[in-house]
């Protein structure tokens, strides 16, 4: 019991050291990754001027039926099961989910139709508007809208009045981002110091 304790200790002490000798990111580091246009790893790599990537893989961890019970698959069913295996192994380089105006979903608040009433049904209850989405290079970075456009829809609201269906139309404003820029967040981040009045 006592030597499993000593090598458990031991390698905490290993972790520790390890952990302290892991700077932090120097801040012009930070800023330089904010301020550039960075498409993949070798994009990144140059701006570093770093000369090697090295490779670590992260395995997700599965239950895969495939590879508990391919030993009793007959030959034929083994062999498709490794072909389809190596498939799924090959790696692609990730691509930065930019940020850039979508097309997202926008469920039409009840609130924004009728806020003195409850019971009444929306038509449609939601609908497509353009966002600023995507990551910028940093954490400390948002993405968001430089532009926007406001447009005003027609939707139905259904509502029974003395067991009768009565439909309406209402308008509904509704933003469209047009375009969009990576921010700093502690401008726009209600938590902040600086937006507190605390510097």
């Known amino acids: 019991m006592r ?11 290993c972790l520790i050291r390890a952990a302290a000798e892991e700077s932090p990111l120097p801040r012009e580091l ?15 790599q140059r701006l570093l001027g ?15 039926d495939d590879k508990v019970f391919s030993h009793t698959l007959p030959d034929h069913r083994r062999a498709q099961t490794n072909a389809r295996h ?5 790696v692609e380089e990730a691509l930065p989910a930019g940020c850039k105006v979508r097309t997202t979903i926008y469920e039409i608040p009840r609130s924004q139709v009728d ?17 600023c989405t995507g990551c910028c290079n940093t954490s400390n970075m948002r993405c968001q809208a430089a532009h926007k456009h406001h447009r005003t829809i027609r939707v139905a609201k259904l509502q029974y009045v003395r067991r009768r269906p009565k439909l309406r139309e209402v308008q509904v404003q509704l933003e ?4 969009c820029t990576c921010a700093n967040r502690r401008q726009f981040d209600p938590t902040s110091d600086t937006d507190n009045g605390i510097r």
């Open 115 to 131: 806020p003195t009433a409850a019971n009444f049904i929306i038509w449609p209850p939601c609908v497509e508007v353009k966002r």
């Open 3 to 13: 030597p499993a304790l000593y090598q458990l200790l031991a390698g905490c002490l």
């Open 176 to 179: 469209d981002h047009l375009e």
């Open 86 to 90: 190596r498939r799924s192994t090959l």
């Open 30 to 44: 930070v800023q330089r990754l904010s301020r550039s246009d960075i498409r993949s790893i070798n994009d990144l």
């Open 50 to 64: 770093i000369d090697t990537v090295e490779t670590e893989l992260i395995e997700e961890t599965k239950y895969d």
